[in-house]
């Protein structure tokens, strides 16, 4: 069953939750940098032009594979506070179905208030992950509707 609403989600309930405890956007930011030191490494194999995230100012790597149905992401930036975007977008979008990840709104980034505190280049960064986490989430789906593994 795939959840409608993002806010009934619990890794999104949690994400919102984790980010409204801090008052201004400077202790967000740090939280979201924090996020991003958390972060699993990124194996070097996958740091490739191939996993290159185009439309990023800053250097974004994001991979993925597919194990038991489920879409596993991981990522890096060579910037912190992108690093921290990667860390969010992954706690978000990583291990869950295809069909799954291709139904989740993206209202949480307006929910944490992100969009609008991040520049122009950050926010096209950001639209240009998650529109890399979609095209994933769809390959894979047709992967597994064509019945091929």
């Not at 939750?17 to 996958?46: C, N, T, V």
Request: hydrophobic share 40%; with cysteine.
């Amino acid at each position: 069953m795939v959840n409608q609403n993002n806010h009934q989600d619990p890794r999104v309930a949690e994400v919102i939750a984790s980010f409204s405890q801090f008052s201004d956007w400077e202790s967000r930011y740090k939280h979201l940098i924090g996020m991003g030191k958390e972060l699993d490494s990124f194996p070097e194999e996958h740091r490739t032009e191939e996993n290159k995230v185009k439309g990023c100012q800053s250097q974004v790597w994001l991979y993925s594979e597919l194990k038991e149905g489920k879409v596993i992401f991981f990522g890096d930036s060579d910037a912190s506070i992108v690093k921290g975007i990667v860390a969010l977008l992954l706690k978000i979008y990583s291990n869950r179905e295809p069909a799954e990840i291709m139904s989740l709104q993206q209202d949480f980034v307006d929910a944490i208030g992100l969009k609008q505190h991040l520049s122009m280049s950050r926010a096209n960064g950001l639209s240009a992950m998650m529109k890399q986490i979609q095209f994933y989430a769809l390959a894979y789906k047709t992967k597994i509707d064509l019945g091929m593994k």
